[in-house]
Nanobody, 117 residues
Framework: QVQLVESGGGLVQPGGSLRLSCAAS????????MGWYRQAPGKQRELVAT???????NYADSVKGRFTISRDNAKNTVYLQMNSLKPEDTAVYYC???????????WGQGTQVTVSS
């Protein structure tokens, strides 16, 4: 089991940037495929980006070229740098510790990102 705490969300204007952080504890962080997911009101939770223990990344088409996922195994932390934000990026963003087969059962509480002028 792993505990996850997200931070860094907020209100930003279109075209702006935010950096989300997710601190993990309770298990061997470096073993997991870490991921960021998001859920907008009335929609299902969707994958944003994942990063393997070796640093291999995968992105949803909607965020490619704008978002960057990274991890610091020494700090048990995964980041999501979000640039050129759009109103459609508005959602609650969640961190997850999973595997190559998919997300795990442990989720953080989420952090709200609102993109609006």
């Amino acid at each position: 089991q792993v505990q996850l705490v997200e931070s860094g969300g907020g209100l930003v204007q279109p075209g702006g940037s935010l950096r989300l952080s997710c601190a993990a504890s309770g298990s061997i962080f470096s073993m997991y495929v870490m991921g960021w997911y998001r859920q907008a009101p009335g929609k299902q939770r969707e994958l944003v980006a994942t990063i393997t223990r070796f640093g291999r990344t995968n992105y949803a088409d909607s965020v490619k070229g704008r978002f960057t996922i990274s991890r610091d195994n020494a700090k048990n932390t995964v980041y999501l740098q979000m640039n050129s934000l759009k109103p459609e990026d508005t959602a609650v963003y969640y961190c997850n510790a999973g595997s190559p087969e998919g997300p795990g059962s442990d989720w953080g509480q989420g952090t709200q990102v609102t993109v609006s002028s």
